[in-house]
């Protein structure tokens, strides 16, 4: 039995007026991405990889096309509706880690949570298994400040999981670390796979992306090639959809 | 939104701008001023009008004052000018024709002010003698301390009775009940009869030194008729060679009305009446309860401008918050972008920011309620100035402060959430 489909894209376009000229960052992409899969978006920049990104990540929306995420038109909702989406079903980990710096780091994990009109105090054992599960059981009240990159950018993993989210997209999420600390956050990135979650990353660097099952390349705003190495896994937890 | 969520995002404002404290401090120092100098310049204004109004009350809002002043001199200079008597002033006339032409008169209550010197002893004061009626003490703010007032009959009788203040009394006889001493006043001797104590205007308590130097009221007050026959209507001062002398019937006469309606009516009436009466203007009309009104039309000005000068510093510290919130929305760009990717909407933005800056104005607004209740205390205290702090200027410059952070902290709101959550998270 193959997984379900948790992602699907028809026809995206994404044009950006840039004074008198047109430019298409997407032109017609269709892709389809099942749950329990861990994807890698490759592409040179200005391939549209960034802009599949920010549709992906529902912080943007389409000139033309259609978008399902977890089963509903993305397409269609409005920025309030989008706002509430991303705080329910997306994890986000970006690249230069966007902590909030006056927070702790217990405080940043609930962020996502804050928004869904719930109270720290009634998920703090839920927020501080998240930060022992990356390895920050200890240091649940320090400030972005006293952490280095990979501590931080570990906060950013736990944060992405606190909404319990259908998928996480992860842009560069190594690309301010050295190898050796991007090496245990990719082998973060393993384990959360492994453990059911599904997880989309964008990237150019090669090793980031032989870790992934499936690989997406992109060019002059289409898919120009993808790859798939393995089956997705099977996932944790079922979506509902719709 | 439910209670719970707002008091996290207020805790979320603070923790905010105690991020910045010297900033933070700065950007609330305008509301700070702006509210303290509201209530501060409120009270001072409020108890300096309370002490006007409070004296003018004294006077009688049912009561018309006629006082007698010397017109303007008419004599040159030179010898010609030795004998010269300066008669002037209201008369017995006066008083008489008013009682009885007036509609509404209660009482018509005539006094002779004589400067002289009581005697006891060898302790000797110079005095103010005010010839008056029986009636004086239900015009004037008088209380009785010992013995009794004037009697008709001491009128009647030209009885040589006197009334002294407290004061003067304590000072004359330091030793012995005053009560039935006789006291010399001239060439007569008077007998103490009553002790009274003077509560009415400053001024009407005209003032001696003690022994030692302190003020005193010094004030006996003897019937109308013995003060006319005893000391005569002419008063002659010598001085250095030359001699001057007026002859003046009745120094004030007090009117007082059935209510203050009446007032209003009998103001133009006596008016013509004294014209009538008088060649020259050798008298002036005090009616305390137009004196209130302007008091009050003063204060009213006086709250316009205050008022006024209140609402350019508000909007000043406004303009500041909104300066720095501006600044501040720039500078949280980045933050601002994570907050709407990870579910914040743009009203979730717009509420953190409007907090900020409301947290900003009502902290502001707090301190300053403080220095503004704190200064009139420190006024009255070392400035002897009546303040008075009236709830109802904390509560609108306080309601103002907040107000102020809403206004003001709409813009900078509103720019902040309408940012493109992929421009805000990409700005470095």
Excluded at chain 2, 221 to 244: C, D, H, M, N, W
Excluded at chain 2, 378 to 388: C, E, P, R
Excluded at chain 2, 393 to 401: P, Q
């Amino acid at each position: 039995m193959s997984n379900r489909e948790i992602i699907r894209i028809e026809n995206l376009v994404k044009t950006y007026h840039m004074g008198d000229v047109d430019v298409h960052a997407l032109n017609g992409v269709n892709l389809a991405i099942e749950e329990g899969s861990y994807v890698a978006i490759m592409g040179a920049s200005g391939s549209g990889k960034s802009t599949l990104l920010n549709m992906l990540g529902c912080l943007d929306r389409a000139s033309s096309g259609h978008y399902y995420l977890g089963g509903r038109d993305v397409s269609t909702m409005d920025d309030d509706q989008l706002s509430a989406y991303r705080g329910q079903k997306l994890g986000f980990v970006f690249q230069s880690y966007n902590l909030i710096q006056q927070l702790t780091v217990i405080e940043n994990i609930f962020v996502p949570l804050f928004y869904q009109g719930l109270d720290l105090a009634d998920r703090y054992d839920h927020c501080k298994q998240l930060a022992e599960l990356v390895g920050l059981g200890d240091r649940l009240d320090h400030r972005p400040k006293q952490l280095s990159g990979g501590q931080q950018q570990r906060v950013a993993i736990a944060r992405s999981l606190v909404n319990d989210p259908l998928l996480i997209l992860a842009d560069e999420p190594t690309g301010n670390l050295d190898s050796k600390t991007g090496v245990e956050i990719l082998e973060l990135f393993d384990r959360l796979h492994s453990e059911g979650k599904t997880l989309v990353l964008v990237t150019h660097g090669n090793e980031v992306a032989d870790r992934a099952q499936r690989e997406i390349v992109m060019k002059d705003g289409v898919v120009y090639r993808e790859e798939t190495k393995r089956a997705p896994v099977k996932v944790a937890k079922e979506f509902e959809i719709g | 939104m439910r209670l719970k969520t707002l008091i996290r995002i207020i805790q979320l404002g603070v923790k905010s701008l105690l991020l910045h404290k010297m900033r933070s401090g700065l950007t609330m120092l305008g509301i700070i001023f702006g509210v303290c100098s509201v209530i501060a310049m409120l009270a001072i204004g409020e108890g300096a009008s309370y002490e006007a109004q409070e004296a003018i009350k004294k006077l009688g809002s049912s009561n018309i004052i006629l006082r007698s002043v010397s017109p303007p001199q008419e004599k040159s200079a030179g010898a010609a000018a030795r004998d010269y008597i300066n008669d002037y002033g209201l008369t017995y006339l006066d008083a008489n024709s008013i009682r009885d032409t007036i509609p509404g008169v209660k009482w018509v209550l005539p006094m002779r002010i004589i400067r002289e010197e009581v005697r006891y002893n060898t302790i000797m004061y110079p005095v103010q003698v005010i010839g008056t009626h029986p009636l004086y003490p239900e015009i004037s703010s008088l209380d009785i301390v010992a013995g009794r007032f004037l009697a008709f009959t001491d009128e009647r009788n030209r009885n040589n009775v006197c009334v002294l203040t407290t004061s003067l009394a304590e000072n004359l006889f330091p030793y012995e009940n005053p009560l039935q001493q006789a006291v010399r006043m001239g060439r007569d001797s008077f007998k103490v009869v009553g002790l009274v104590r003077e509560t009415g205007l400053e001024k009407q308590r005209p003032q001696t030194g003690d022994s030692r130097g302190d003020a005193i009221d010094a004030n006996v007050y003897v019937p109308l008729s013995t003060a006319k026959s005893r000391f005569g209507e002419t008063i002659v001062s010598r001085s250095a060679g030359s001699y001057q002398a007026e002859k003046v019937q009745l120094h004030q006469i007090t009117i007082q009305f059935d209510s203050t309606d009446a007032v209003e009516v009998a103001v133009p009436q006596i008016k013509d009446l004294l014209k009538h009466n008088h060649s020259k203007p050798d008298y002036e009309v005090i009616v305390p309860i137009e004196l209130l009104r302007q008091a009050e039309q003063t204060k009213r000005i006086f709250n316009i401008v205050l008022g006024s000068i209140a609402a350019i510093s508000l909007i000043v510290g406004g303009i500041g918050i909104m300066n720095i919130m501006l600044a501040t929305v720039t500078e949280r760009t980045r933050e601002i972008g994570i907050r709407r990717a990870l579910g914040a909407k743009k009203q979730d933005i717009i509420t953190q920011f409007l907090v900020e800056t409301v947290v900003l104005s009502v902290g502001g607004g707090l301190i300053g309620v403080v220095a503004g209740v704190v200064i009139p205390v420190m006024v009255s205290h070392f400035a002897d100035m009546k303040t008075i702090i009236t709830p109802l200027s904390v509560i609108i410059a306080f309601g103002i402060s907040g107000a102020v952070g809403v206004v003001f902290g709409i813009y900078p709101a509103s720019q902040a959430a309408d940012l493109d959550p992929i421009e805000a998270l990409r700005h470095e």
